[in-house]
């Protein structure tokens, strides 16, 4: 296992306790643990959220196909978006669970929940609970609508975040109805991005003041700053703001062209008369000449017959091929990459070292995506440590941090307060999840 | 500035495309002073009027200065000794072969942030090359799954890997700022636009299997999803009585909820519908009796539903009619600034609040230099004179 070593990182030192499942909360987990943070993940046998129990031999999702004897630790999407955390587990139901919790609350700098709202507070873990054991915790709640107001109770996913904010209703193919409309979720991700951010924030805070902080994250708000120009554009334009797919109102060419091989497309983007120039001259010398294409406004009206036009130039050539063409005379085109195999390939994502080797002691040795922000002057090497398994810093962290004795932990487990194995139906859909009706 | 929190630094947003503007923003937005600095003809946003640059530059202040006259760096390099945070969205080595490196400016403000976000960072073979939205977007492995199998690859609508760049960028400058006042030592970030959205989780999670297995992320249908025991035909957008909502029913467990919503508790008990494989099986049949029941309902009824039975669902908003919704009302989300050529305008406002210390007071975007004289005559003591001067030579 690779070691951690975090001692320049910018968050050494923090301790972070991270009650989260899916992408939005434990994501925020990997990015403060990839800088530096001790970010503790707080799981219970008695709820998983690491695939189902039962997969079928050759599920894509763990190694080779094989589900092994603990699933649980093997489960791609898990061990891709919890990276450098510790794991516990506690069942917060039970009184001993709950006091466990509060003395590591007591010694820790953030509690970051993604849970619904009353979550913690029906657990009498609420910041107020937790204000009494350690006036300076920085406690962060991120429902989908935010701690107030008329939905604050509402259940969200990143699909209902994305058609509330506007955005569902924008993108698309505007010749096609929403209802094509793809399976987004990267709300989550603008969460827990701006979780990082909220929670930084709140450490120079307390560094300046001496003062913790609650923190209301709104899952849906969070997302719509990154839309505050459509918002602006809809009042400011007379007829409103439009659906526009891959075009531009700006500016023409600019779309997506097929390539030669299976599924294989470029992004082009035509910025200015001189960029069109250069393209046309690439495709056919005398396009480069045609008054029917010479401006802006001509190549907006006639942008179909362009993209058919350039798809019968682009569909002759390699994608990565085309777009080195294309850039080497300053057009902004990127060949279109999907996430396995092509951005796994990618060279210059390999050679940024943007994968590390991570040996993992149960899913294996596989090189993983590692973490986004680079620190220049840190004379740190990136850390990239695999996911916890199931409880396993359950030890370590009661005996370190909160000085339990062996007897003490030989209690909680068995009173199955802590473990290392799921209980049954303890996973998403299970029959113990579908009766506690959470 | 909505909050005040980081009220004690000072931002020197040197940035010319929308992650560095908007990361500059973010901050200003929790107490940064932050300063634009522009070309003496301003921001090429600016020249055009765009709703994108009153988005990006309200609560900043206006600098002019021509960065590659001798006398625009030497007062760039005086302001060192001013700012805590340098943020700048240059091709890399430009601020290099401009003798504005971080090295150089380290030696004028030994604990200086500097973060430098670029379409692909400051090393590799693609490095130099040029981008719009769409070119980063997909080559970050986000965009070659949306759309259709028989169609092409589409984008999202928003502009949304720059202002996730930047915003992680200003999740950074937090990070960095923490450690400069424990330890005083500054640093300089290199944020990558394509990293930033291909180590996005949606893109980590769907590589993984790739990395596990060699199963490939393709474009699908949404309908057609049984990953993770999605429920196949109530997952998406659909069309209903008054426009369209989104569902995303997690695992089998929701499938009794999604009876229960549409009035047919009796189809749990369905031989046709009882397991997750026989309802992928049946979807079209099991869609069909969905949409049905789609057709009769308004947005607003199916959300209310949705919340009584426990699903998560949500109405597909128009553009305007989030402006009005009652949620971001009631928290105040959008924020309303006034100004002679655009009247009243509603601006998306913070990301997240910190409970007890509102201190609202956004201001507009600033006018082209609308601060340069009192910057230079404050922060650098020049006189009138001196600044009338650098007027005339066109560096302010």
């Not at chain 2, 949606?202 to 060699?214: E, K, T």
Request: charged share 25%.
């Amino acid at each position: 296992m690779t070691k951690l070593n975090s001692r320049n990182l910018p968050l050494a030192g923090i301790r972070v306790l991270e009650l989260s499942e899916i992408w939005a909360g434990p994501y925020c987990g990997c990015l403060l643990g990839d800088m530096g943070a001790e970010v503790i993940k707080i799981e219970s046998i008695q709820r998983i959220a690491r695939g189902p129990l039962n997969s079928p031999e050759g599920a894509a999702q763990y190694p080779d196909g094989h589900p092994g004897a603990e699933p649980w630790n093997r489960f791609a999407i898990f061990n891709a978006t919890n990276r450098n955390k510790k794991g516990l587990t506690l069942d917060l139901k039970t009184p001993k669970g709950r006091d466990a919790f509060k003395k590591l609350a007591a010694e820790s700098d953030i509690i970051l929940c993604n849970y619904a709202r009353t979550v913690m507070e029906n657990f009498q873990l609420s910041y107020e609970e937790i204000y009494e054991v350690n006036p300076k915790i920085i406690y962060m709640l991120m429902p989908g609508y935010g701690t107030t107001g008329p939905y604050k109770d509402y259940r969200s996913m990143g699909m209902a975040v994305d058609a509330i904010s506007g955005h569902t209703f924008q993108r698309g193919y505007p010749k096609l109805q929403q209802s094509s409309n793809s399976v987004v979720h990267h709300p989550d991700a603008v969460a827990a991005i701006n979780g990082t951010f909220a929670l930084t924030t709140a450490l120079i805070q307390r560094e300046n003041t001496g003062e913790g902080q609650l923190i209301d994250l709104s899952q849906s708000e969070s997302f719509m700053t990154h839309m505050g120009n459509m918002y602006l554009e809809e009042q400011m334009n007379e007829s409103g703001i439009k659906r526009k797919g891959n075009r531009s109102t700006e500016y023409a060419p600019q779309g997506v062209y097929k390539c030669l091989g299976n599924d294989k497309w470029i992004s082009i983007s035509i910025l200015n008369d001189l960029q069109w120039s250069k393209l046309a001259k690439l495709i056919d010398s005398n396009l480069m000449n045609n008054e029917k294409y010479n401006t802006k406004t001509k190549r907006l009206t006639s942008h179909d017959e362009l993209d058919i036009i350039i798809t019968a130039w682009t569909s002759k050539l390699d994608n990565y091929n085309a777009m080195n063409q294309l850039q080497t005379i300053g057009i902004p085109a990127g060949a279109v990459l999907n996430c396995g195999p092509d951005t796994y390939d990618d060279p210059h994502l390999n050679e940024r070292d943007f994968f590390q080797i991570v040996e993992d002691s149960t899913a294996g040795i596989y090189p993983m995506s590692g973490p986004v922000i680079r620190f220049q002057n840190s004379s740190t090497e990136i850390i990239h440590n695999p996911a916890p398994s199931l409880g396993e810093h359950n030890e370590y962290i009661l005996k370190n941090v909160l000085n339990y004795s062996d007897a003490d932990i030989k209690e909680l487990e068995k009173l199955e307060i802590i473990g290392k194995t799921p209980l049954k139906g303890s996973d998403m859909g299970g029959s113990r999840r579908l009766e506690s009706k959470d | 500035m909505p909050y005040n929190i980081l009220n004690k630094y000072t931002v020197l947003d040197l940035s010319n495309r929308l992650s560095g503007s908007f990361c500059a923003k973010l901050l200003g937005q929790y107490g940064c002073r932050v300063i634009k600095v522009e070309p003496p003809e301003g921001d090429p946003e600016r020249i055009q009027n765009t709703p994108m640059f009153l988005h990006l530059n309200t609560g900043k202040e206006s600098l002019t200065l021509n960065l590659t006259d001798p006398n625009g760096k030497k007062i760039l390099k005086k302001l060192m000794n001013s700012v805590d945070i340098v943020i700048e969205t240059f091709k890399p080595d430009y601020m290099k072969s401009i003798g504005l490196s971080y090295d150089d400016l380290l030696e004028l403000n030994p604990s200086l942030i500097m973060a430098s976000i670029t379409p692909f960072g400051q090393s590799g073979p693609n490095k130099d090359f040029d981008y719009t939205e769409l070119t980063i977007f997909s080559m970050s492995g986000g965009m070659h799954r949306e759309g259709l199998p028989d169609n092409h690859p589409i984008r999202y609508a928003a502009e949304a890997s720059q202002h996730y760049a930047g915003n992680t960028a200003a999740a950074a400058i937090t990070s960095a700022l923490f450690k400069k006042i424990t330890t005083n030592q500054g640093d300089w970030i290199d944020i990558s636009i394509q990293e930033c959205f291909a180590g996005h989780p949606h893109q980590i999670a769907l590589r993984a299997p790739f990395i596990y297995s060699g199963v490939s992320d393709e474009r699908m249908n949404p309908r057609f999803m049984l990953n993770n025991g999605s429920e196949p035909y109530a997952v998406g957008t659909f069309k209903c009585k008054d426009g369209f909502v989104s569902f995303l029913p997690l695992g089998a467990r929701m499938w009794p909820l999604v009876a229960q919503m549409i009035g047919r508790k009796n189809l749990v008990t369905d031989s046709r519908f009882d397991t997750p494989q026989k309802r992928f099986d049946n979807r079209h049949e099991l869609e069909s009796i969905f949409q049905k029941w789609l057709d009769t309902k308004t947005r607003s009824e199916i959300f209310t539903i949705t919340q009584e039975v426990g699903l998560p669902g949500a109405p597909v908003l128009k553009i305007k009619e989030v402006l009005e919704d009652e949620q971001f009302k009631y928290r105040e989300f959008f924020i309303t600034l006034k100004d002679e050529s655009h009247g009243k305008l509603k601006y998306a406002g913070d990301p997240f609040k910190f409970v007890g210390r509102e201190f609202q007071n956004l201001t507009n975007s600033p006018k082209l230099s609308a601060d340069t004289k009192e910057i230079l005559s404050t922060e650098l003591s020049m006189s009138e004179s001196d600044i009338e001067k650098l007027k005339a030579s066109n560096t302010i």
